[in-house]
């Protein structure tokens, strides 16, 4: 109510703050709305970390793991580079925290899981859909999947 | 020196607010590191290097920018106060110029003396209405806000050029408050994409 407020800032003042606080807001609906396709294309680092989480909650150092096994060796992320590509895809609502529990594999310190969201679910699938009609527009130019003569 | 604590030491490079949420996870993460590597080999420290030379850099440029967007807060108060300074400079420019007028009338006035101070009240009226037009923040009333601006602008510097009436200070006001405020609406705003930072 904006009258409420007259006394401390005036009621223009608080209708000016009322504004941008709207504005604001609406910028996070907008960002809300975003299709699957507004995040694309995903750094590899990152479309490996939530191809990882797409086994279900990890923790960083199983995600680390994970990322290095699937790529065979060629993606290696450091904590910089995973903790700093979870603090942009927790901000974009890609990934969700879990629970803060000690690892079984590991029993030492408690540690901090995180797990996809529907909507980083939606994006890792659109971009893997990108990068798969890549794939066959690359094979129908015989530039992958023939033997070399 | 152990190597957790020269990890420490690295960790300095990254954003206060980043290492107080994360911090404790990395160093978890570099001890694992450690068990499972030979932390006494150069490839070890180069790789732990690299990763923060990497990634500290895009995250301190991240935390910048997000100090930048809290800012409009700040913009908006600032704004709000121009708003209000300019609705009182255009009461008292037209004021002003009604009480030379008065002044001019039992005197003598000339021809360019009394264009300048028509000019004048125009263009204190426009700075009024473009003060009132910055208090509502919408896109019409920046719009109108930028038209009445530049309008009282053109027309301040004409009385200035026609008959030199005006003193040093409401020059600078008259002249310095309008482009003060098309420089402020004129100023990009931001927009938000997804960003995924300088990862590789």
Same mark, same amino acid.
């Given at each position: ?11 223009? =003042? ?41 086994? =279900? ?20 992320? =450091?904590?910089?580079?995973?903790y =700093?590509?979870?603090k ?62 | ?11 300095? $490079?990254?954003?206060?607010?980043f290492r107080?949420e994360y911090g404790?996870e990395m160093?978890?993460?570099? /001890? ?32 910048? %920018? +997000? /100090?930048?967007?809290?800012? +409009?807060? +700040?913009? @908006? &108060?600032?704004?709000?106060? !121009? ?7 255009? &009461?008292? @420019? ?13 005197? +003598?006035?000339?021809?360019? %003396? ?18 009132? !037009? ?9 719009? !109108? $806000?930028?038209? $009445? ?7 301040? &510097? ?32 931001? %927009? ?9």
């Amino acid at each position: 109510m904006p009258g409420t407020r007259a006394g401390r800032g005036g009621y223009i =003042g608080y209708y000016i703050e009322y504004r941008y606080i709207e504005e604001g807001a609406m910028v996070t609906r907008r960002r809300a709305g975003r299709p699957p396709e507004a995040y694309l294309p995903l750094p590899p680092a990152t479309f490996h970390i939530l191809l990882a989480l797409a086994d =279900g909650e990890l923790h960083g150092y199983a995600i680390m793991k994970g990322v290095a096994a699937r790529s065979e060796g060629t993606v290696r992320l =450091g904590p910089g580079t995973l903790y =700093g590509s979870l603090k942009r895809l927790l901000e974009a609502g890609l990934v969700e925290e879990g629970d803060e529990r000690a690892a079984p594999e590991r029993g030492d310190e408690r540690r901090r899981y995180y797990r996809l969201t529907h909507l980083g679910l939606s994006v890792v699938r659109a971009e893997a859909r990108r990068l798969d009609a890549m794939v066959r527009a690359a094979r129908r130019k015989k530039l992958i999947g023939v033997r070399p003569a | 020196m152990s190597a957790e604590r020269i990890y420490r030491l690295l960790l300095r $490079a990254y954003p206060p607010d980043f290492r107080s949420e994360y911090g404790r996870e990395m160093v978890l993460l570099f /001890r694992d590191q450690c068990r499972e590597s030979d932390v006494r080999t150069l490839g070890f420290w180069a790789a732990v290097i690299w990763d923060v030379a990497c990634s500290a850099p895009a995250l301190r440029a991240e935390a910048w %920018h +997000t /100090r930048g967007r809290l800012s +409009t807060r +700040t913009m @908006g &108060v600032i704004m709000k106060l !121009a708003a209000m300074l300019t609705v009182l400079v255009g &009461v008292l @420019g037209i004021l002003n110029a009604g009480v030379e007028w008065g002044a001019g009338v039992t005197g +003598t006035i000339g021809g360019m %003396h009394a264009l300048s101070l028509v000019l004048g009240v125009f263009a204190s009226g426009l700075l009024l209405a473009a003060g009132v !037009a910055v208090l509502r923040p919408t896109q019409q009333g920046r719009q !109108a $806000a930028r038209l $009445a601006l530049i309008a009282s602008l053109v027309l301040i &510097v004409a009385a200035r050029l026609l008959f030199p009436w005006m003193s040093i200070f409401s020059q600078l006001v008259g002249i310095g408050l309008p482009v003060a405020l098309l420089i402020a609406l004129y100023w990009p705003r931001k %927009h938000s994409t997804p960003s995924w930072g300088s990862t590789p």
